[in-house]
């Protein structure tokens, strides 16, 4: 059940991250419409994105090195997503300008949902950090 | 909930007295705190053994199929099992914080966030703790959210 709702907040988040680097890229480039497949093919690429997420993000690390190692695996396998995606549904041209573009947006949306996270995460401990202290004052 | 606090009668040593109509789970937590605030552990050092009190343990942590007890600046080897540990400090400050340790929350200092999920728990001797993800919710729980 943990691992089903951790899927659902992944694939929020991470969908936001790519309907926004959508809106932007369609406006940038002057279209003022967009087909109706690309908000199907963006949920799709959130979905297979958020289930490499769950499955190769290291949740419980035991080390530096797994940390790095985890990390490292979980980006390639986002960039080959993306790249698949991207190449599939038309965004980009399979070039190395192409590529590199996908890349640079898996990067940006890595850093939004990192971030996105950490704000998250930073608010729920300090409030559980409130309340242990207001329930243990000696401590 | 009423509490009445009456003087023993000369002789009579402390007593506690619960009336109830239905012994519920808080009344349950109530009694198991009351008895582990009693109980001591048995604990091994190499100074030889010892009568530990709860109240001077920090944490518990199973090493290689060891449990030992961390106080304040000694630690003990502690012959039973994590969960039988888990198990007589149900409802007591005492949580299980990942698949090796129990801690006293009483004895922890500052929480903060830590890799992806989980928080770090900083204890009063300076120690730092890692509570995993899958033991966050259990801690929420304890406070109330």
């Known amino acids: 059940m943990t691992k089903f709702r951790d899927l659902i907040q992944w694939f929020v988040t991470i969908t936001t991250g790519i309907v926004f680097l959508c809106a932007l890229t369609t406006t940038l480039s002057g279209e003022e419409t967009i087909p109706t497949a690309m908000l199907w093919q963006a949920m799709l690429a959130g979905g297979l994105c958020s289930l490499a997420t769950v499955l190769l993000f290291p949740s419980e690390p035991k080390s530096r090195r797994h940390v790095?190692?985890?990390?490292?695996?979980?980006?390639?396998?986002?960039?080959?997503?993306?790249?698949?995606?991207g190449t599939r549904f038309g965004w980009i041209?399979?070039?190395?300008?192409?590529?590199?573009?996908?890349?640079g947006c898996v990067v940006l949306v890595y850093a939004f949902t990192t971030g996105v996270s950490y704000l998250i995460e930073s608010?729920?401990?300090?409030?559980?950090?409130?309340?242990?202290?207001?329930?243990?004052?000696?401590? | 909930m009423k509490?009445?606090?009456?003087?023993?009668?000369?002789g009579q040593e402390d007593e506690i007295i619960i009336r109830c109509?239905?012994?519920?789970?808080?009344?349950?937590?109530?009694?198991?705190?009351?008895?582990?605030?009693?109980?001591?552990?048995?604990?091994?050092?190499?100074a030889g053994i010892t009568m530990l009190s709860p109240k001077e343990i920090y944490y518990f942590e199973s090493v290689d199929d060891k449990v030992f007890a961390y106080c304040e600046k000694q630690v003990y080897?502690?012959?039973?099992?994590?969960?039988?540990?888990?198990a007589d400090f149900a409802g007591t400050d005492f949580l299980r914080i990942s698949k090796?340790?129990?801690?006293?929350?009483?004895?922890?200092?500052?929480?903060?966030?830590?890799?992806?999920?989980?928080?770090?728990?900083?204890?009063?001797?300076?120690?730092?703790?890692?509570?995993?993800?899958?033991?966050?919710?259990?801690l929420r729980k304890k406070l109330g959210i």
């Open chain 2, 100 to 138: 090796s340790t129990i801690v006293d929350l009483s004895k922890v200092a500052h929480l903060s966030s830590a890799f992806n999920g989980r928080l770090e728990a900083k204890l009063r001797n300076g120690e730092k703790l890692i509570i995993s993800r899958q033991y966050v919710g259990a």
């Open chain 1, 68 to 85: 790095v190692v985890g990390i490292s695996l979980h980006f390639l396998s986002l960039c080959a997503i993306m790249l698949y995606c």
């Open chain 1, 123 to 139: 608010a729920q401990a300090r409030l559980m950090d409130r309340l242990l202290k207001e329930k243990y004052p000696g401590s």
């Open chain 2, 21 to 46: 109509a239905q012994l519920d789970d808080s009344l349950m937590d109530l009694i198991r705190a009351l008895k582990a605030e009693k109980t001591k552990l048995t604990a091994y050092s190499d």
């Open chain 2, 3 to 10: 509490i009445t606090i009456l003087p023993p009668t000369p």
């Open chain 1, 93 to 103: 041209d399979w070039t190395l300008s192409g590529a590199a573009y996908m890349i």
């Open chain 2, 77 to 86: 080897q502690i012959r039973k099992k994590l969960y039988e540990l888990e």
